[in-house]
């Protein structure tokens, strides 16, 4: 049972004024019993005003008021815990559940939504990952190279480059010779030796 306590108040006063002078078919808004039994026991401040029923305090409903209400309700399977006050599933949020929520939150743009009832990150395209925290790197990122923002590689020593592609000969390869991985290079016939330098005999 629910009525506000406005109505309460002037019931009782009703009842009081009753008391005192005969009734003359007063319509009282319900009757109070004062050796009312209410069972289960009214929740919440409720009050019971004749055998199990309760009247229950703002906030509150159901049989013995055990109940509390949130106005607005609450959304996406949220629970109301206290008047006004909901407990929301895992990736909704707000005051009443009615926000996605991704936990950790969305990076570098990412939008949180919901997809089939769960919240995702929803990635700018050039970002990945579950937070939207990982970089990509079309070009790929060569020889242990680790993409760090998009299309931006950072490279281990020895190797330069948009994909870390390109290997680093500290001194430079002789006639012709190719730096083919760090400090090694290819060299051409007829030459040899770590920098190419030599030219090997022929007979
Ligand atoms: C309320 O319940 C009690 C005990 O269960 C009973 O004695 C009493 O008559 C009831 N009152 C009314 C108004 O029915």
Known sequence: MRLGSAVFLASLLALCAAGSDPPRGVAVGFVF???????????????????????????????SCQHANCHPKCKNGGVCLRPGKCRCPAGFGGRYCHQVACDGGCWNGGGCVAVNGVAKCICPSSWTGSECQEAICPQGCRNGGICVAPGICSCPEGWLGGACHTAVCSRPCLNGGKCISPNKCRCRSPFSGPRCEERVKSH
Do not use: V
């Not at 069972?39 to 409903?61: D, F």
């Open 33 to 63: 019993d004062p050796n009312a039994a209410c069972e289960p026991p009214c929740e919440h401040a409720g009050i019971c005003i004749r055998n199990n029923t309760c009247l229950c305090g703002s906030g509150y409903e159901g049989e």
